[in-house]
């Protein structure tokens, strides 16, 4: 049992060794996320969402060819239960709009645009308020990564489909 389950092991550590992201296996990908450059509206989850992405994307390079947009509204609302009627949680919504500019000598052209939307639930504690709120950070934070792997995934979708329709 135990040369089976060594085995076992030893193939799915193997398995996984070959991993890489897929900017780096693409040398066009990884040229256009180094060259673009992240905005936002100035809210906490829009900076969050660049934090996540700036620790994604490959290093900036010393000039910007796009110029990525983030704007995120917040909502909050209540969740009830059906026996009580007492709130027993809430539900944060994020909504991200998301532009994507190309840089140009007169100004900026708006090439693609999207949406993305999180929704998180964090349970309310009754008289526990540090429970509470370290439940609501978590919850942002739990977002915040949703958002900014979405986000990459579709900018990357976006630039392997150009690339595509650029060598046809």
């Known amino acids: ?41 100035k809210k906490k989850m829009s900076l969050s969402i660049k934090k996540d992405l700036l ?46 500019y190309k840089r140009e000598k007169k100004y900026d052209r708006i090439i693609h645009s999207f949406e993305e939307k999180e929704i998180t639930m964090f349970e309310l504690s009754p008289n526990q308020v540090l429970s509470t709120l370290a439940s609501r950070n978590k919850a942002f934070e739990i977002s915040s990564e949703n958002l900014s792997k979405s986000i990459l995934d579709r900018i990357m979708i976006y630039f392997s489909r150009n690339n595509n329709v650029d060598k046809k």
């Open 1 to 41: 049992m135990k040369t089976f389950l060594f085995f076992f092991v030893l193939i799915f550590l193997g398995s996984c060794s070959g991993f890489t992201p897929l900017f780096q296996e693409h040398s066009f990908l990884n040229n256009e996320l180094r060259n673009i450059a992240i905005t936002t509206d």
């Open 55 to 100: 620790k994604k994307i490959p290093p900036k390079a010393n000039k910007f060819s796009h110029i990525m947009k983030i704007e995120t509204l917040t909502e909050t609302s209540s969740t009830v239960t059906a026996s009580d009627r007492k709130t027993s949680g809430y539900e944060i919504i994020t909504t991200s709009n998301i532009f994507l």
